[in-house]
């Protein structure tokens, strides 16, 4: 199998707007480079002057250069069969396609973005742009921000990758979507203009019916993952009939997760009930034991008949919090199901555990503190709204929780904190609260650490 590894050069802005000023491709078997093509494209527009101190190219420079047509049998071939890499693949990958598509061609190559496979291959860093991620790794650019010295250095960094990881690498090539299996009523154009941001998205049948509901932090390439072929029928059944697609954005993925649940109650989608499988299938839940105390412990919900203090996605998930939750208010390990014994738990002998797993603590003490846990998943009636990113940079986002209840969630204009907290209600689209909704806020904010709460 070989690798492309492109840079391109533009004349700024997004991929409908902007033209190719410089690409560079490397070809690559996954050892080292075994073939180059590079060359300056003449835009047809002239270059900005920001792009021009930030690359060094001119309209003097591109004047004399081919135009992209003149390039594009030639990029084509040199692609054939190829899996197409570039650092931060969506940005080059989507200016290529788009101008291929200028020509009448659909260009589409299985693709792997360097920049989420180092965050995998090699994790911890502070930063994995591609000057940074370099200069970690030792890898020399010679021309920053000029197609050739780009590409080169993501090609030294892609050799570093396949090396670490040569089989986990495969993971993260994205195939591409076939025409040929999807609704031919399906407007694949439309699809390379849904952007990769957190919302919700809605799929219909060509009888203009509501046939599933989705939602994702990056929605283009969820729905990507949709339209390729599906590993179970029921998934391949519904790929087939998915000729029309709509979109929210939702800034936030709080509010995504919250307004699929919502959506998907109250309007039913075919495919989401043949789909239906419960996303948070364990529990944590309580009982008391004969002593007097309060037992914690964990259980998958469909085997029992109350409702759970909180609902986790796998059992993992489940113990690893309460294995925090321990820590924080000194809780004991056998009392919540993590440490199986007849006698004192591990954290006794090191002095974290009071010692209520051997009645060296009375079940009143402790069961004030297993309450004051209990509690504060209820948020102690508290009233707060949870800010985070807009929809576009001039709004942001809120989620409004009122005596420890979700009451709804909007978006409110860049500047309205300038508002006293009480005010910003009228941002604020009302809703119900359920079940489902309060484990998605509870599991949001155990999973978000820098969330942004104003209380009120």
């Known amino acids: 199998?070989?690798?492309?590894?492109?840079?391109?050069?533009?004349?700024?802005?997004?991929?409908?707007?902007?033209?190719?000023?410089?690409?560079?491709?490397?070809?690559?078997?996954?050892?080292?480079?075994?073939?180059?093509?590079?060359?300056?494209?003449?835009?047809?527009?002239?270059?900005?002057?920001?792009?021009?101190?930030?690359?060094?190219?001119?309209?003097?420079?591109?004047?004399?250069?081919?135009?992209?047509?003149?390039?594009?049998?030639?990029?084509?071939?040199?692609?054939?069969?190829?899996?197409?890499?570039?650092?931060?693949?969506?940005?080059?990958?989507?200016?290529?396609?788009?101008?291929?598509?200028?020509?009448?061609?659909?260009?589409?190559?299985?693709?792997?973005?360097?920049?989420?496979?180092?965050?995998?291959?090699?994790?911890?860093?502070?930063s994995y742009s591609l000057g940074k991620l370099s200069r970690n790794l030792g890898i020399e650019i010679v021309g920053r921000h000029r197609a050739g010295g780009d590409a080169l250095a993501t090609a030294h960094l892609f050799t570093l990758l396949f090396e670490k990881d040569p089989d986990n690498l495969q993971k993260f090539i994205q195939q591409e979507v076939n025409p040929k299996i999807l609704h031919p009523n399906l407007d694949l154009e439309n699809l390379d203009e849904i952007p990769n941001k957190p919302g919700v998205y809605k799929f219909f049948n060509d009888l203009n019916q509501l046939i599933y509901i989705g939602k994702s932090k990056h929605i283009k390439n969820r729905i990507d993952q949709h339209l390729r072929n599906s590993k179970t029928k029921k998934g391949t059944q519904m790929m087939a009939e998915i000729s029309r697609i709509e979109y929210d954005l939702t800034g936030s993925e709080?509010?995504?997760?919250?307004?699929?649940?919502?959506?998907?109650?109250?309007?039913?989608?075919?495919?989401?009930?043949?789909?239906?499988?419960?996303?948070?299938?364990?529990?944590?839940?309580?009982?008391?034991?004969?002593k007097g105390y309060i037992q914690l412990y964990i259980a998958l919900t469909s085997k029992k008949a109350e409702n759970p203090i909180l609902r986790f996605s796998t059992k993992k998930e489940a113990s690893t919090y309460i294995d925090k939750m321990c820590e924080k208010y000194t809780l004991c390990q056998k009392l919540c199901d993590l440490y199986p014994t007849q006698s004192a738990c591990f954290h006794y002998s090191i002095k974290?555990?009071?010692?209520?797993?051997?009645?060296?603590?009375?079940?009143?003490?402790?069961?004030?503190?297993?309450?004051?846990?209990?509690?504060?998943?209820?948020?102690?009636?508290?009233?707060?709204?949870?800010?985070?990113?807009?929809?576009?940079?001039?709004?942001?986002?809120?989620?409004?929780?009122?005596?420890?209840?979700?009451?709804?969630?909007?978006?409110?204009?860049?500047?309205?904190?300038?508002?006293?907290?009480?005010?910003?209600?009228?941002?604020?689209?009302?809703?119900?609260?359920?079940?489902?909704?309060?484990?998605?806020?509870?599991?949001?904010?155990?999973?978000?650490?820098?969330?942004?709460?104003?209380?009120?």
């Open 352 to 456: 974290k555990c009071s010692g209520a797993c051997i009645q060296a603590e009375s079940a009143t003490d402790y069961n004030e503190r297993v309450q004051s846990f209990i509690n504060n998943l209820s948020f102690n009636g508290e009233s707060f709204y949870i800010v985070d990113k807009g929809r576009h940079k001039s709004e942001k986002s809120l989620v409004l929780v009122e005596r420890g209840s979700i009451s709804g969630f909007g978006f409110a204009p860049y500047h309205f904190q300038g508002l006293a907290p009480e005010n910003w209600k009228q941002f604020i689209d009302l809703v119900s609260e359920d079940r489902d909704a309060r484990t998605i806020l509870n599991q949001h904010l155990r999973r978000t650490e820098r969330n942004e709460i104003i209380h009120f």
């Open 254 to 290: 709080l509010i995504a997760l919250l307004s699929e649940s919502q959506l998907i109650k109250s309007l039913q989608p075919s495919y989401n009930q043949k789909l239906k499988k419960s996303k948070f299938p364990y529990g944590l839940f309580d009982r008391v034991d004969e």
């Open 1 to 126: 199998m070989n690798y492309v590894i492109v840079d391109i050069e533009t004349t700024g802005g997004s991929p409908k707007a902007s033209k190719i000023t410089e690409i560079a491709i490397y070809k690559h078997d996954g050892t080292t480079i075994i073939g180059e093509f590079s060359s300056l494209v003449n835009p047809e527009m002239k270059i900005p002057e920001f792009i021009v101190r930030l690359t060094g190219i001119s309209d003097s420079m591109v004047a004399s250069a081919p135009k992209f047509y003149e390039l594009a049998k030639e990029i084509i071939e040199f692609t054939e069969g190829c899996i197409f890499v570039a650092h931060n693949v969506g940005f080059d990958y989507g200016i290529l396609r788009h101008e291929f598509r200028t020509l009448g061609y659909d260009y589409r190559r299985p693709h792997l973005c360097t920049v989420r496979t180092s965050r995998y291959v090699i994790p911890g860093l502070e």
